[in-house]
């Protein structure tokens, strides 16, 4: 019988004030984003996997092999096929970005010709070929970012951990280095698990999305599952979000499924296009207002948590709407009711895939 | 610190003023009544240059082996918890603030003919230490050791660890994380400790002549030859010798400055 592959982790972790107990699981080659509020433990949980931090109990298996168990003694960090990409990118200053990403090679034995040849092609698939022999703090922080990016990467690792690559960048190199990071980690074979605070990073970077609160898994399904049945505050405030991808027409539409969505940018090319529920208004009959998406759709399921209700519109593209349970009840909006969405174009964020 | 310039108290400034010409008026004086006409010819003598080339060869030696030997007791001071640490540091630091002739006669109770390691020494290795070249080194090490311990144990302990957890992910075992992130980010901290080890070496007299005694070509380092010439009234020549030394403690200091300082 094959090794199962991925990672299998039942991690507990005490730490200071937080109780850490989160069960993860990701298959080989799937992304899994973590996100939740300041110290819910997602760093924790993280520095866990790659050994930095010590289990209370639980185990963590990667491929088969048991990298931490209690009552065993645990895998060295050094030993671990894992690979971080820290928040504060921890690049060498002492090195320069080439001796950067070649430094996990030859830490491992390789000599320097051939780990810098190495480190060399993956600085060119990262797109900072001239960069290579600059120094850490020389480069942009989108530079950075990559540069330790392509140091995780070298290593070729079973499992790759990245702590909120996004948070420190502007909104422009963001949503490049975001680009970057989804075919990299859509390439990678091994399974990746990224922190991320942003909805549309989770949505965008990982296959699954899991919400950490106060040291607890709180609820955890595809970004679209999230958004439509949030079992939390937060989960419902700042997790959920419309999220399509499509292509602009670089004319203030963007083309996702059967739909030509009215947005208020005139970017064009592959672009993600997300809005909140709560930006989804629902009517009984065609609505004629200066909302520029309008479409008819069918109620797919109605989600109610006190007073506010998750209604999942199922059409060309299927949204969530989150009106109050007043209007629900107004409207009678059950199962199966037709509706119309609408969506105001300027709700609409676009940002480049 | 911005803001308006603050005038000092006019007595805080009188005894500042004080304090810097109590410590610059000897080094004015000997740089005044130095011989600059025939300094030369003084340096050129045998007497002179070997005990240059004796002081250069044992300052140095003794710089190596304070290295070789303070590093790894600095990592250990540093990075490993064990009993009696505190203890062991406060003591490593002792030849610092002890009388150098105090250590040199200790040394000699060590090392000596009838001291704990003298004989040992002598029977299984056929090493005499006191009144060689050798023990002229041993003593300056035993002074100069302590100034690599404290840049290097400041340095090891202020590390940023982040570099060094990123490298164990990256799979560096700990011996490549000493080699190859800790000990190259700490180079100036170590460079300056090694420096300070060195100049110290240079300028050492109480220890050595105790230990080590006075003899030209053998143990008469350059402040022991400054001795002999006093001795001797050649006062020209002692000057000219006190030079050398008060050039190379200043250049030393001056290159280090305050950037590289901050660790003692």
Redesign the interface.
């Known amino acids: 019988m094959a090794a199962p592959a991925g990672l299998v982790a039942d991690a507990e972790v005490r730490l200071g004030s937080l109780h850490l107990r989160a069960a993860l699981r990701v298959a080989a080659g799937e992304t899994v984003a973590v996100v939740g509020p300041n110290g819910a433990g997602k760093t924790t949980l993280l520095r866990a996997l790659a050994g930095l931090q010590p289990l209370a109990d639980g185990r963590v298996c990667l491929d088969g092999v048991v990298l931490e168990a209690h009552g065993r003694p645990a895998v060295a960090v050094e030993e671990r096929p894992v690979a971080t990409v820290f928040q504060d990118l921890r690049l060498f200053p002492h090195l320069s970005a080439l001796d950067n990403v070649a430094f996990g090679l030859r830490a491992r034995g390789a000599r320097r010709g051939p780990a810098r040849a190495e480190a060399g092609r993956w600085l060119a698939r990262l797109g900072l070929a001239e960069d290579a022999a600059a120094r850490p703090g020389q480069l942009s922080g989108g530079q950075a970012q990559r540069v330790a990016l392509a140091r995780a990467l070298a290593t070729r690792p079973a499992l790759l951990l990245l702590d909120e690559p996004l948070a420190a960048l502007d909104a422009t190199t963001r949503a490049a280095t975001r680009t970057v990071l989804r075919q990299h980690l859509a390439g990678h074979g091994g399974a990746a698990v990224v922190v991320a605070h942003d909805p549309v990073d989770a949505g965008a970077l990982a296959d699954r999305v899991v919400v950490l609160e106060a040291g607890a898994v709180v609820q955890e399904g595809t970004l679209a599952e999230l958004t439509g049945q949030p079992r939390s505050r937060y989960v419902a405030d700042l997790v959920g979000v419309n999220l399509l991808a499509g292509e602009g027409d670089g004319e203030g539409r963007v083309a996702v499924g059967g739909l030509a969505l009215a947005v208020a940018d005139h970017r064009p090319g592959p672009v993600l296009a997300s809005f909140p529920p709560r930006a989804v208004a629902l009517s009984l009959e065609r609505p004629r207002g200066t909302a520029r998406n309008v479409w008819p759709a069918v109620v797919d399921g109605i989600d109610r948590a006190g007073h506010r209700c998750r209604v999942r519109a199922r059409g060309p593209v299927t949204v969530v709407a989150e009106v109050t349970e007043a209007a629900v009840a107004d409207l009678g909006l059950a199962e199966g009711s037709a509706v119309w969405v609408a969506v105001k174009a300027t709700e609409v964020t676009v940002t480049p895939a | 610190m911005s803001g308006p310039r603050a005038r000092p108290p006019a007595l805080v400034a009188l005894a500042a003023a004080g304090a810097a010409a109590f410590l610059l008026l000897p080094l004015a004086g000997l740089a005044w009544r130095a011989p600059w006409s025939s300094l030369g010819a003084e340096l050129a003598d045998p007497g002179a240059r070997t005990a240059l080339r004796l002081s250069l060869v044992c300052s140095l030696w003794a710089a190596a082996l304070s290295l070789a030997a303070g590093l790894p007791l600095a990592w250990v001071l540093a990075r490993v918890p064990f009993p009696g640490r505190r203890l062991v540091r406060a003591l490593v630091l002792v030849p610092l603030v002890l009388p150098p002739v105090v250590g040199g006669v200790a040394l000699l109770l060590a090392f000596g003919r009838r001291g704990l390691l003298g004989p040992p020494l002598e029977a299984w290795f056929s090493v005499r230490l006191p009144f060689t070249t050798a023990g002229a080194v041993v003593a300056e090490t035993f002074v100069a050791l302590p100034f690599v311990v404290v840049t290097a144990e400041a340095a090891f302990r202020g590390a940023d660890r982040?570099?060094e957890?990123?490298?164990?992910?990256?799979?560096?075992?700990?011996g490549?994380v000493l080699r190859?992130?800790t000990l190259?980010?700490a180079r100036p901290a170590l460079v300056a400790g090694a420096a300070l080890a060195w100049a110290r070496a240079l300028g050492e007299f109480g220890a050595t002549i105790t230990f080590a005694g006075n003899a030209p070509g053998r143990t008469s380092t350059l402040p022991l030859e400054v001795y002999l010439e006093l001795e001797a009234g050649r006062l020209r020549s002692a000057i000219a010798l006190s030079l050398v030394l008060l050039a190379v403690s200043v250049a030393v200091l001056v290159a280090l400055r305050d950037r590289w300082l901050r660790a003692l």
């Open positions: 982040r570099y957890e990123a490298a164990r992910t990256l799979g560096a075992r700990p490549v190859r992130v190259p980010l």
